[in-house]
């Protein structure tokens, strides 16, 4: 049975891959369907993959089309409105912050050495905006970034 909801899941999922620092699996675990998607794709292989493939084809239309229409327009304003573009996509990165907090289970699962390791975290991620690249500075979104992925890592 072919899930044609998907298509607007795809849709979302397209567009966060447009985003830097954001990936489409993490819309799909915001929508709640990561789990259903991981055995999708996993059902490829089973005799069940006629199955697999209703939930999976109207995901890749809506992914394809997101990725052909909002590629000009996020080209657009990175190259217009370059700086409220990308406080837009760090604060897509930090709106997943409570969901993976959550997932983590981090006041039952979390020990006082992983607080000291995300303090040192921070600490060396604030540390790298001061390292010269090919456009000056490091921006802060690259540092956001950085820690983000070093503390989502901890974390996993």
Known sequence: MIEYKNIFRGIAMGITDLVPGISGSTILMVLGV??????????LTTKDWKKSLGFLIPLAIGVGSA???FSKIIKWL????QPVTMFLFLGLIIGIVPLLIKEADVRNSFKPIHYILLVVAFILIALTSLIPNETGLMTNLSAWRLYSFI??????
Do not use: K, Q, S
Not at 78 to 81: F, G, K, Q, S
Not at 151 to 156: E, K, L, P, T
């Open 67 to 69: 990725l052909l229409i």
């Open 151 to 156: 503390c989502f890592r901890m974390v996993g």
């Open 34 to 43: 990561y789990e259903r998607f991981i055995a999708a794709l996993h059902g």
């Open 78 to 81: 990175l190259l217009n409105h």
